[in-house]
């Protein structure tokens, strides 16, 4: 198994430009989802998805676009890309717990993250 | 919202010398708790869970981390740390916006020198 793949591993934008982070996995995982990641900050969700078709907002989605016409793939779109969206970003998936709460938990997995500078 | 508290951001120790970093959490409901390692240029991994149980839970590479409920926190532990061990260190929490949604803090580096 490869397990969640990202792509590309770095990007340089200008301000104003669009682009797509690509996100897989492959273990069949329902929930995957995006973080961004900032200095003394920790990671932040951006937006997550319970299986194909189903997407909702996280913690900081502005600015963000989400699909999931799969399973397997999650990309994240960045509109219009702006100086405040340079981070890095990752990609992690789950199994979805079928009943909330204690060992119905599933733990994700982290891809190895986009690092993306907007100038 | 929930919010998880990382109280040393960057801490420098000698190989061999002990370790604990703090975590506070917000939410005084049922949460799963965890900790995350990310080494230089490589992605999280988790290094352990607590989900009930024992509160001493043991992770990967000899760390450990206690629960203490009246203190909404859950430090990690060290007794010996090794240069190997140099990395970001994160903990998270999840419960009160869903059983998925992890809610992060801020990350405490750590630099073992040997």
């Known amino acids: 198994n490869a397990g969640v793949t990202q792509t590309p591993k770095f990007q340089v934008l200008k301000t104003g430009q669009s682009m797509t982070l690509q996100c897989a996995q492959d273990m069949n995982h329902e929930y995957m989802s995006w973080y961004r990641q900032d200095p003394g900050m920790g990671l932040r969700l951006i937006h997550y998805s319970v299986g194909a078709g189903i997407t909702d907002q996280g913690e900081v989605p502005n600015g963000y676009n989400v699909s999931r016409s799969t399973t397997e793939d999650f990309p994240l779109r960045l509109l219009s890309a702006a100086p405040s969206q340079t981070s890095v970003y990752f990609c992690?998936?789950?199994?979805?717990?079928?009943?909330?709460?204690?060992?119905?938990?599933?733990?994700?997995?982290f891809g190895p993250g986009t690092r993306l500078t907007v100038l | 919202a929930q919010s998880v508290s990382q109280h040393n951001h960057h801490v420098i120790l000698s190989e061999a010398a002990s370790l604990e970093l703090g975590c506070n959490y917000s939410y005084g409901g049922t949460v799963n708790l965890f900790w995350y390692v990310q080494y230089p240029g490589q992605h999280l991994q988790l290094l352990l869970k607590?989900?009930?149980?024992?509160?001493l839970v043991k992770g990967i590479k000899g760390f450990e981390a206690e629960f203490i409920k009246s203190k909404f926190s859950f430090n990690l532990r060290k007794p010996s740390v090794q240069w190997s061990d140099t990395a970001e260190y994160f903990c998270?929490?999840?419960?009160?916006?869903?059983?998925?949604?992890?809610?992060f803090g801020t990350g405490t580096r750590l630099l073992v020198s040997p």
């Open positions: 998270a929490v999840n419960g009160q916006e869903g059983f998925q949604k992890l809610v």
């Open positions: 992690a998936s789950s199994y979805f717990p079928g009943l909330a709460g204690g060992s119905s938990y599933n733990e994700q997995f």
């Open positions: 607590y989900f009930s149980g024992d509160p």
